[in-house]
Nanobody, 124 residues
Framework: QVQLVESGGGLVHPGGSLRLSCVGS????????MGWFRQAPGKEREFVAT????????AYSDSVKDRFTISRDNAKNTLYLQMNSLKPEDTAVYYC?????????????????WGQGTQVTVSS
C-alpha cells in the first residue's frame, strides 16, 4: 500500500505562483509513475501532469503546458507541481496519484493510489 498526502494549496492572485507537494509513504515511491489531476466544482477530474519512474519523462495537459512543472525527489519520497502564471480557471482541488507500472499516465484509470487533495483558489 501507498499513502499519498498533498500540501501547498491556498489562495493566490491571478499571475501568482504556488508549489504543491505530495509525500508518499509505504511501498517504494521511486518505482511509481506519478501524476497530478484536478477537479473543479461541478466538473470531472482532469489530467494535469505526469512523470514516470524515470524523471526525464514528463507530460502535461495543453491547458498548463509552459506554466506548470512536475518534478520528483525520490530521496524525499516527494512529488512536486510548480504552478506559475496562475489563472482563475486553475481553481480546483488538486490530487496526486501513483501507478504501479512506473509509467506516464494521462487517464484516471491508470492510477492505483490517490491522495486526499489540496485546494487551490486563484482569485483577485
Amino acid at each position: 500500500q501507498v499513502q499519498l498526502v498533498e500540501s501547498g494549496g491556498g489562495l493566490v492572485h491571478p499571475g501568482g505562483s504556488l508549489r504543491l507537494s505530495c509525500v508518499g509513504s509505504g511501498r517504494s515511491f521511486s518505482n511509481l509513475g506519478m501524476g497530478w489531476f484536478r477537479q473543479a466544482p461541478g466538473k470531472e477530474r482532469e489530467f494535469v501532469a505526469t512523470i514516470a519512474r524515470d524523471p526525464d519523462f514528463t507530460a502535461y495537459s495543453d491547458s498548463v503546458k509552459d506554466r506548470f512543472t512536475i518534478s520528483r525527489d525520490n530521496a524525499k519520497n516527494t512529488l512536486y507541481l510548480q504552478m506559475n502564471s496562475l489563472k482563475p480557471e486553475d481553481t480546483a482541488v488538486y490530487y496526486c496519484a501513483g501507478n504501479l507500472a512506473g509509467s506516464l499516465g494521462h487517464g484516471i484509470s491508470r492510477y492505483d493510489y490517490w491522495g486526499q487533495g489540496t485546494q487551490v483558489t486563484v482569485s483577485s
